[in-house]
C-alpha cells in the first residue's frame, strides 16, 4: 500500500487519541502525522509510534497535502472544516452526526456496507457508537433471514460523553462513598450508582418522546443495511460504567431463525466473537470489551414471546468499534 499523509482532527480529545493509537496499533501506512486540535491544544504533544509531535492549530489552511482526515471534534467542527478539507483533496472520514444522514454521504461500517464507500463524494461518515456495534452482529442475521423489527435497549458506558464524564463518575463515586456531597456537572442528575435514560445529556427530548440518540440508531440502522422497511426502537440509557456499551437486542426475522442457527451464523461472521455459555457464567462484559477490536455477542435465546425473533446481548468497547476503529477500518477500506 502506498503511504499517504494522514491528519486527526480532535487529536487531544478521548476518541482522537485513541485513532492515534488505533493507527498505530494497525500499522497505518502513513509516511506522515499531521494533529490538529482547537486552540485551547495549542502546545500541546501527542506520542505515535515513540515520537512526540506538536498539536497544530486548526484553521482553514489546515489541509493542503493531506490524504485523509480522521474527524472526532464535535458536529459543529466537522460542518465547518469537512467540506475545507474535502476541497483541498483530502478525504473526510467523520466520526460526528454531521452528515451521517446525508443522502450524498456513505454511513460505513466496513464489515456491513464496505461496497457504499465506491460512492463518496470526499466525505465519509462513521456511525454512532451503538448503531455499529449492533449492525456489526445484526448483518449476517439480515443477510440469512431478513430482519422485520428490532428493539434495542443499551446499556451506555461514560466514555461516550468524554473526559469530563469520565472524570465526574470517579470523582463522585469517590464522593458518595465517603459521605460526601458532589454536585453533578456533566450529567443532569447523579450518575454514581445510578442509570440515566437521557442520551445525550445536555440535549431536550424530541417531540415524539425518544432522544436524538435513540433515533440515531432508527435512521442508521437503516442506512447502514440498506432497508428503510425495518422498524427499530430504542432506549439508550448511561450507566456508571467506565468503558463498553452493552445492549439487549430483540429482533424479528422473516424466515424463522433459530438461536442455534443464530450462533453458527454469528461464530463465522467478520469482527464477531460468540461468548454464549450462559451455564458457565460466559457472556459478553463491559469490562472484558475495553481495549478489544471485536464485538462480542452471547446470551442468544429464542424469544419465547414470538416465533420468529431471537434476544441477544451485544458488547463492545464503544471508543473503538464505536469510534476509533471503525473510522482507521474505512481508511483501510479506501487503500
Known amino acids: 500500500m502506498s503511504t499517504k499523509v494522514v491528519a486527526v482532527v480532535g487529536a487531544t480529545g478521548v476518541v482522537g487519541r485513541q485513532m492515534l493509537e488505533t493507527l498505530e496499533a494497525r500499522n497505518f501506512p502513513l509516511s506522515r502525522l499531521v494533529p490538529l486540535a482547537s486552540e485551547r491544544s495549542r502546545g500541546k504533544t501527542v506520542s505515535f509510534k515513540g515520537e512526540t509531535i506538536p498539536v497544530e492549530v486548526l484553521s482553514e489552511n489546515s489541509f493542503e497535502g493531506i490524504d485523509i482526515a480522521l474527524f472526532s471534534a464535535g458536529g459543529g467542527t466537522s460542518k465547518k472544516y469537512a467540506p475545507l478539507a474535502a476541497a483541498s483533496g483530502a478525504v473526510v472520514i467523520d466520526n460526528s452526526s454531521a452528515f451521517r444522514m446525508d443522502p450524498d454521504v456513505p454511513l460505513v461500517v466496513p464489515e456491513v456496507n464496505a461496497h457504499a464507500l465506491k460512492n463518496h463524494k470526499g466525505i465519509i461518515a462513521n456511525p454512532n457508537c451503538s448503531t455499529t456495534?449492533?449492525?456489526?452482529?445484526?448483518?449476517?442475521?439480515?443477510?440469512?433471514?431478513?430482519?422485520?423489527?428490532?428493539?434495542?435497549?443499551?446499556?451506555?458506558?461514560?466514555?461516550?460523553?468524554?473526559?469530563?464524564?469520565?472524570?465526574?463518575?470517579?470523582?463522585?463515586?469517590?464522593?458518595?462513598?465517603?459521605?460526601e456531597p458532589y454536585a453533578p456537572k456533566v450529567f443532569p442528575h447523579q450518575i454514581a450508582f445510578n442509570c440515566l435514560p437521557q442520551i445525550p445529556q445536555s440535549d431536550a427530548f424530541l417531540d415524539n418522546g425518544y432522544t436524538s440518540?435513540?433515533?440515531?440508531?432508527?435512521?442508521?440502522?437503516?442506512?447502514?443495511?440498506?432497508?428503510?422497511?425495518?422498524?427499530?426502537?430504542?432506549?439508550?440509557?448511561?450507566?456508571?460504567?467506565l468503558n463498553g456499551h452493552s445492549e439487549s437486542v430483540n429482533v424479528q426475522t422473516e424466515k424463522k431463525l433459530t438461536a442455534a442457527e443464530a450462533r453458527a451464523l454469528l461464530s463465522k461472521a467478520p469482527g464477531v466473537v460468540v461468548q454464549d455459555d450462559p451455564q458457565h457464567q460466559i457472556y459478553p462484559l463491559a469490562v472484558?470489551?475495553?481495549?478489544?477490536?471485536?464485538?462480542?455477542?452471547?446470551?442468544i435465546r429464542d424469544d419465547i414471546s414470538h416465533e420468529s425473533a431471537l434476544d441477544m446481548w451485544i458488547v463492545s468497547d464503544n471508543l473503538l468499534k464505536g469510534a476509533a476503529l471503525n473510522t482507521v477500518q474505512i481508511a483501510e477500506e479506501l487503500l
Open 133 to 179: 456495534q449492533m449492525v456489526v452482529v445484526l448483518k449476517p442475521l439480515h443477510d440469512a433471514a431478513r430482519i422485520r423489527r428490532i428493539v434495542v435497549s443499551t446499556y451506555q458506558a461514560v466514555s461516550g460523553a468524554g473526559i469530563a464524564a469520565i472524570t465526574e463518575l470517579q470523582e463522585q463515586s469517590r464522593a458518595l462513598l465517603a459521605g
Open 213 to 241: 440518540e435513540e433515533m440515531k440508531m432508527v435512521h442508521e440502522t437503516r442506512k447502514i443495511l440498506g432497508d428503510d422497511s425495518i422498524a427499530v426502537t430504542a432506549t439508550t440509557v448511561r450507566v456508571p460504567v
Open 288 to 299: 472484558n470489551s475495553t481495549g478489544k477490536f471485536d464485538t462480542f455477542v452471547g446470551r
